[in-house]
């Protein structure tokens, strides 16, 4: 059954230092995004991504965050300069329709030093 | 503020008992999913309900979407150990994009 994947499972950095998150959506979708959960908290939604450009974004998702696609597989989400408080599980997540069931990746757990 | 709350945010109960979980809000969605997560990984599927007064089943488990598609309940007939986890439910509004706005969780503990 086609899954979301994510890499790495696990990233440790610095603060101040910039970090990739990546993802290989489902491959016939065409909507992809980005959550996060901070420990002990509710999945938000960061942004979404459609035809090559952002489709929606959050309040989260300021100028230190931006995505790219760049190629035909992987969805990356970049922190320019983490925080402390970027610390949490990213999921990345795709869908075939602009309203279809989104499905996860396992995550990858940010800890910001 | 919350858009979808749901209800109770904890659960334990025996082995063998039913339960329902809530998921309500005050704004209609074009979709809502039932996901489970468990401690440390992605939430994953349990199914999707998109047309109003919708119920759906999964072996054990009932959903049903409300007429107004305001709200959804879980209901779990006979729980066992297994179904201990994190349940959340996630909705998507019409014309206002296609995020998923996710429920704060229930969080049940089947013990044997």
């Known amino acids: 059954e086609p899954e979301v994947t994510q890499t790495p499972s696990h990233q440790v950095t610095q603060m101040g230092q910039e970090v990739i998150l990546r993802c290989v959506p489902i491959?016939?979708?065409?909507?992809f995004y980005w959550y996060r959960q901070i420990l002990g908290q509710k999945v938000e939604f960061l942004v979404s991504?459609?035809?090559?450009?952002?489709?929606?974004k959050s309040e989260i998702f300021d100028d230190q965050f931006s995505v790219e696609r760049p190629d035909g597989s992987n969805f990356t989400l970049k922190i320019r300069s983490t925080k402390l408080e970027d610390s949490a599980m990213y999921f990345c997540?795709?869908?075939?329709?602009?309203?279809?069931?989104?499905?996860f990746g396992p995550g990858t757990r940010l800890l910001v030093l | 503020t919350q858009l979808l709350e749901q209800s109770p945010q904890f659960l334990s109960i025996q082995e063998g008992e039913n339960l329902t979980v809530y998921c309500n809000s005050s704004s209609v969605f074009s979709s809502l999913q039932w996901y489970r997560q468990e401690p440390g990984e992605g939430p994953v599927l349990l199914v999707t309900?998109?047309?109003?007064?919708e119920v759906k089943k999964l072996k054990r488990l009932t959903f049903q979407f409300g007429d107004a598609r305001k709200d959804s309940s879980l209901h779990i007939t006979a729980a066992q150990p297994g179904d201990t986890g994190l349940y959340l439910c996630?909705?998507?509004?019409?014309?206002?994009?296609?995020?998923?706005?996710f429920g704060t969780g229930t969080s049940l503990t089947v013990i044997p």
């Open positions: 996630a909705g998507a509004r019409r014309y206002t994009g296609n995020q998923f706005y």
């Open positions: 997540a795709s869908s075939g329709g602009q309203e279809g069931t989104q499905y």
């Open positions: 991504f459609y035809n090559n450009e952002i489709s929606e």
């Open positions: 309900v998109v047309t109003g007064g």
């Open positions: 491959s016939n979708h065409l909507y």
